[in-house]
Nanobody, 115 residues
């Protein structure tokens, strides 16, 4: 069983920054990959960023150069630093991992970027 708890969402102006955190209930070095997904209004859920246990990262084209995913194994936490936020980044952001052949999702945290 894996629990993922997100925090850090909020309301910011365009150009601002937010830092999301995802705390896992197991040592994250046991997780091959962790990622952040988002689902905006009327949009499909999409992968924003992912990081493997080997620190290999992957980003959606729309966030490259603005978002950074990182992991803190000692605290079993993955972070998503979001800079230069745009209104189109507005979405519910979900932490995700795949553990024992099962998808696990956090409860989601709302990010709203005002123009």
């Amino acid at each position: 069983q894996l629990q993922l708890v997100e925090s850090g969402g909020g309301l910011v102006q365009a150009g601002g920054s937010l830092r999301l955190s995802c705390a896992a209930s197991v040592n994250i070095f046991r997780l091959n990959s962790m990622g952040w997904y988002r689902q905006g209004p009327g949009k499909q859920r999409e992968l924003v960023a992912a990081i493997t246990s080997g620190a290999i990262t992957n980003y959606a084209d729309s966030v490259k150069g603005r978002f950074t995913i990182s992991r803190d194994d000692a605290k079993n936490t993955v972070h998503l630093q979001m800079n230069s936020l745009k209104p189109e980044d507005t979405a519910v952001y979900y932490c995700h991992s795949y553990y024992f052949r099962t998808d696990y999702w956090g409860q989601g945290t709302q990010v709203t970027v005002s123009a």
